[in-house]
């Protein structure tokens, strides 16, 4: 299995506030978990990226928490601002350049 | 350090023509994959050239076609076009084949609408 899930779809938050994404996989093989912010007319950016033998990891306002039995990791924007405001995605490596990504999330910090 | 450069930013072309998209990579970065982004199927892989040569291709019809040539630069091609190619294109370059994790940085793309 090569997909990756990822909810919610679209998120509205307000400034301040916690944004939370979360994602699950399937295959096992995985061994390194990005995540990327688009802006509109953007290719993603990488924001940050955690491998399995880690359970959380913090850059900033930013935290991915990973949980290998569960085959889930989540994203959690701290003090979301407007600027955060674009589409998010997780996304798999097994140890190559092909990434296989979630389905995006359309973050909407209200001000 | 100049990031991935895509060209040409936009394209249109109509149903039935080929298209040649180019990538060129990070300086020093040798690994150069392709994504097409739509808003039904999201990111989807193309396929990864290194050294001249595709190591992986994703799930995608004889009609999408990439190489590299020696200075890494990469182009993609889509012969017979369909309605259902038009998509944003991706290309990310990387140091090399050893993972997503070292360097991995997408260009901003080409937007091509098939008329």
Avoid at chain 1, 11 to 16: A, E, H, S, Y
Avoid at chain 2, 46 to 69: A, I, M, V
Wanted: charged fraction near 15%.
């Amino acid at each position: 299995q090569q997909q990756v899930k990822q909810s919610p779809q679209s998120l509205i938050v307000q400034k301040g506030g916690i944004s939370i994404i979360n994602c699950a996989y399937e295959n096992t093989a995985f061994d390194y978990f990005p995540w990327y912010q688009q802006f509109p007319g953007k290719g993603p950016a990488l924001l940050i990226a955690i491998r399995p033998d880690v359970s959380e990891k913090k850059e900033g306002r930013f935290t991915i928490s990973f949980n290998k039995s569960a085959k889930q990791f989540s994203l959690h924007i701290m003090d979301s601002q407007p600027g955060d405001s674009a589409t998010y995605f997780c996304a798999a490596s097994m140890g190559g350049n092909m990434l296989t990504f979630g389905g995006g999330t359309r973050l909407m910090v209200k001000p | 350090k100049a990031g991935v450069t895509q060209t040409p930013r936009y394209l249109i072309k109509t149903r039935g023509q080929q298209v040649t998209l180019s990538c060129s990579p990070i300086s020093g970065h040798r690994s150069v994959s392709w994504y097409q982004q739509t808003p039904g199927q999201g990111l989807q892989f193309l396929f990864e050239y290194f050294s001249e040569t595709q190591r992986n291709k994703g799930n995608f019809p004889g009609r999408f076609s990439g190489r590299q040539f020696s200075n890494s630069r990469s182009e993609m091609n889509v012969s017979t076009l369909e309605l259902g190619d038009s998509a944003l294109y991706l290309c990310a370059s990387s140091l090399g084949p050893q993972g997503a994790g070292y360097g991995y940085t997408f260009g901003s793309g080409t937007r091509l609408t098939v008329v």
